[in-house]
């Protein structure tokens, strides 16, 4: 098992299902207990219903299932552009009283472009009360380009955005920490599904692991996997604290 | 050796070495650096090709790997091959031949960047000798159709053919694969879906699952936490993570 002295914090992980390809074990309880025998103290979900087919049902789903596991479980909100400017607002407060960040607002499965007015509807309310926004992004997905956050950052300074899997690819990598080292407010997102060699350790030395949360995106995949690349050769300790810890305490405000 | 990977010796399936296309490493991964990071990471052994025998030429290539693997000793090696090597049985005989001579452990093939198909039997006569001395075949799930896949397993029973580079949505394409052949195994070093191995080697066993680290593109130590933390035997873990290559190569 991990030898792990790091209190983790997952700022990016999922319930429910997902048609692409089967879940196994994931029911809210299974993951909860496959997360705490990685080390994981705290899991930020939302319910892929959401993101998937009926943001509202979704976000039902999500709080039903952080209910399961109380003290383990933040509830990670979704919104989704498409719907009116009214729909938007009563959904948002309906759900920011128990909402613990953003996550993972989908502009691919939602095939809404970041940069897109619905999402400019979603900020306006989301910095009334901000909390860290986390947006799926993939350079090759035209909607989900993570240059498109840069006009968000600029217009709401109050959120902190997570830049979801850093781009995703080569190249995409590459703008989300030109991003996050020119903003503040932007943030990398270690949940990437392509471990390459030396990626997070060129990520830490361009941007300090301050700039980087750490996530699992399971039930996609295997959280030791999403655990195993902060354990590459070169990371530090005192980066493994930031990227485990420290930097979702601060985000997420909470102890 | 790293610490954390104590328990387990690490038998790698799925390694190069040479220039590749993975931009936040040393561009040039040679030998030197693959045995400096396996060191660091905990990998024991790689079984591994030369890039130059994919992106130049196939037969310069696997002479380079000869050539810049003479000192290492926790290596098995891989050469890459083409139809040309096996136009004709005196083709394949002499290509055999130097197999055997340099002590060649399996065959890489890459049919869509080098240009071919399985199907209308361009390498048949390679694949027949594979096939009667039990010589691992190793190809990049990308590389390969499924009807290829099929056409191999169907016609070759005793090839032990090894998927690799598997993506981690693809259980879909696995589960039947390994329900009607039993000559297949699949490299996991992309495989890191959630409950994914507990799931297959609940179904299979755990002998049809390999430990990759795909270095120098991808990095060991994901893999190798997914295997040290996966809900299953320690001996399971021993059979992912070394014992069953080394049952394929005949323990070299």
């Known amino acids: 098992m991990i030898n792990n002295e790091f209190e983790i914090i997952d700022m990016h992980a999922h319930l429910g299902s997902y048609a692409l390809f089967p879940f196994r074990n994931n029911t809210p309880k299974k993951i909860a207990e496959e997360a705490k025998s990685y080390g994981i103290k705290k899991m930020c979900v939302s319910n892929l219903f959401a993101c998937t087919y009926d943001v509202k049902e979704g976000n039902l789903l999500t709080l039903n299932g952080v209910k399961e596991v109380p003290s383990f479980f933040l509830f990670g909100g979704l919104l989704d552009p498409h719907l009116n400017e009214g729909e938007i607002e009563t959904e948002f407060l309906n759900i920011d009283p128990e909402v613990s960040m953003w996550n993972e607002l989908h502009p691919a499965l939602h095939k809404y472009p970041i940069s897109g007015n619905g999402y400019k509807i979603i900020m306006d309310l989301i910095k009334t009360n901000p909390k860290p926004v986390l947006f799926h992004t993939d350079e090759g997905d035209q909607y989900s380009q993570p240059e498109q956050i840069e006009e968000l950052a600029k217009l709401y300074s109050e959120i902190p955005f997570i830049i979801g899997h850093s781009g995703n690819i080569i190249g995409g990598y590459e703008i989300a920490v030109g991003l996050a080292k020119k903003y503040d407010n932007i943030f990398l997102d270690s949940t990437f599904s392509r471990n390459y060699l030396g990626l997070l350790k060129w990520m830490i030395e361009k941007v300090g692991a301050e700039k980087i949360t750490f996530g699992t995106d399971m039930p996609f995949i295997n959280g030791a996997t999403q655990i195993g690349k902060i354990y590459e050769a070169g990371i530090t300790d005192n980066d493994r604290q930031k990227i485990f810890h420290d930097n979702a305490i601060k985000l997420l405000k909470i102890e | ?252």
């Open chain 2, 1 to 252: 050796m790293n610490e954390i990977f104590s328990e387990i010796t690490f038998f790698d399936n799925n390694a190069f070495i040479g220039k590749h296309l993975n931009p936040y490493t040393a561009p040039i991964f040679n030998l030197a650096t693959l045995i400096d990071t396996m060191k660091i990471s905990g990998v024991s052994k790689s079984l591994l090709y030369h890039s130059a025998s994919v992106s130049y030429d196939p037969s310069y290539g696997n002479k380079l790997l000869i050539n810049e693997t003479k000192d290492g000793k926790e290596l098995s090696l891989v050469w890459v091959a083409v139809p040309e090597h096996c136009y004709t049985e005196n083709d394949t005989e002499l290509f055999y031949a130097e197999m055997k001579r340099n002590n060649i452990a399996a065959i890489k093939i890459f049919p869509r960047y080098h240009n071919f198909t399985l199907i209308h039997g361009a390498m048949d006569n390679l694949l027949t000798l594979l096939d009667e001395n039990e010589i691992p075949l190793l190809v990049n799930q990308e590389e390969i159709s499924w009807e290829e896949i099929n056409y191999l397993l169907k016609n070759y029973k005793k090839i032990p053919f090894i998927l690799q580079n598997v993506a981690y949505q693809m259980e879909r394409f696995v589960v039947p694969l390994f329900s009607k052949y039993n000559n297949i195994y699949i490299d996991i070093s992309r495989y890191h879906v959630y409950n994914g191995v507990e799931y297959l080697c609940s179904r299979f066993g755990s002998e049809r699952l390999l430990f990759g680290s795909g270095m120098p593109v991808f990095s060991p130590e994901p893999i190798m936490m997914m295997i040290n933390n996966v809900k299953i035997s320690l001996r399971e873990k021993q059979n992912i993570s070394s014992e069953n290559l080394l049952r394929l190569l005949h323990d070299k």
